[in-house]
């Protein structure tokens, strides 16, 4: 039977292509059904307040870090949205006086502008590189904050940010949100044409793809316009570079950060349902960490929400 069109985006794959009766079951989830979605492998958290949800978030950096040597480098690789995290992170590597100097920072992801065939400059108001230095790196005691060498932002010219993934730097953790289209980063599904035109791809092809220049799907664009533009989609990019499955699949570990302010109440419930119960499908590409050894989805409780009719 062939696959429904979308209910968004007639011309992508997306979680709205999906079978009805896995919506349906997601959608019935409480809380506490979602917290008995753990399994080898997959583990649910749920914090009770905002304050301690962050500050978790924040600890992930600082469990990476210190394990971090000169003869065995450590990074993560880190998220913008959510940024609340961030000044914690400054904040806790000063109170701790935390030597950076060994460690390592991936970005997740960046804009790209088509037009300059690049990047877009931290200068532009919504770069990501700009972001994750001024809440955070720019505020670490010059003491101890990482050389410039050891932040990896992604470029137009991915070359260098997939070298230094192969350069013997381990991972500890990769972070993220997780997008109203049900990615993290900037893997969101792809368009519905060529040989993708009657099926998606396969979870092994998406899981091939690495650090690259991707077209994102218009969900993707409102939702950022949303959340950091003010509703202005007219100053979102409509491409960006993102960091690949294959990057983090060599992470030792993959940890999502649902506050609520990102994806909504149906969203946080069915990638989660995927995962545990291991059905991948690349329409919901946070749905292909069901093959991850190691995830973890990290709840505000207050968040969570229901997935119920409420006129406004």
């Not at 959510?82 to 000063?94: G, H, I, K, S, W």
């Not at 060498?149 to 730097?169: E, Q």
């Not at 409102?222 to 499955?245: D, E, F, L, Y």
């Amino acid at each position: 039977m062939p696959r429904k069109l979308s209910h968004i985006a007639p011309d992508w794959w997306d979680y709205t292509t999906l079978d009805d009766s896995l919506i349906q079951e997601a959608a019935r989830l409480t809380p506490k059904d979602l917290f008995k979605l753990s399994r080898p492998g997959f583990k649910v958290v749920f914090y009770d307040t905002l304050e301690d949800f962050y500050l978790a978030e924040a600890l992930e950096y600082i469990h990476a870090w210190k394990q971090s040597t000169a003869d065995n480098p450590v990074g993560i690789c880190g998220p913008i949205g959510p940024t609340e995290q961030l000044p914690l992170v400054a904040r806790l590597v000063n109170e701790l006086g935390l030597n950076l100097k060994t460690a390592h920072f991936w970005g997740m992801d960046e804009w790209y502008d088509d037009q300059t065939k690049r990047e877009v400059p931290v200068t532009h108001p919504l770069s990501f590189e700009k972001a994750d230095r001024e809440l955070c790196f720019n505020r670490i005691n010059k003491k101890l904050v990482m050389p410039d060498s050891n932040l990896h932002f992604p470029r137009g010219d991915v070359k260098p940010y997939v070298a230094s993934w192969n350069a013997g730097v381990r991972c500890a953790v990769m972070q993220g949100g997780q997008g109203d289209i049900k990615h993290w980063a900037f893997n969101d599904p792809l368009k519905r044409t060529g040989k993708y035109k009657s099926e998606p791809p396969s979870p092994a092809e998406y899981r091939k793809l690495g650090t690259r220049i991707v077209e994102l799907h218009p969900i993707t664009l409102s939702q950022n316009a949303r959340t950091s533009g003010g509703g202005n989609i007219t100053m979102v990019p409509k491409m960006a570079i993102t960091v690949g499955p294959k990057e983090t699949w060599m992470s030792d570990k993959v940890s999502i950060w649902h506050a609520g302010a990102h994806d909504n109440p149906l969203g946080q419930r069915l990638t989660a349902l995927m995962i545990s119960k291991g059905i991948a499908d690349s329409a919901v590409p946070m749905s292909l960490l069901a093959d991850h050894p190691n995830v973890q989805f990290n709840y505000y409780r207050g968040g969570i929400g229901e997935v119920a009719v409420e006129m406004h």
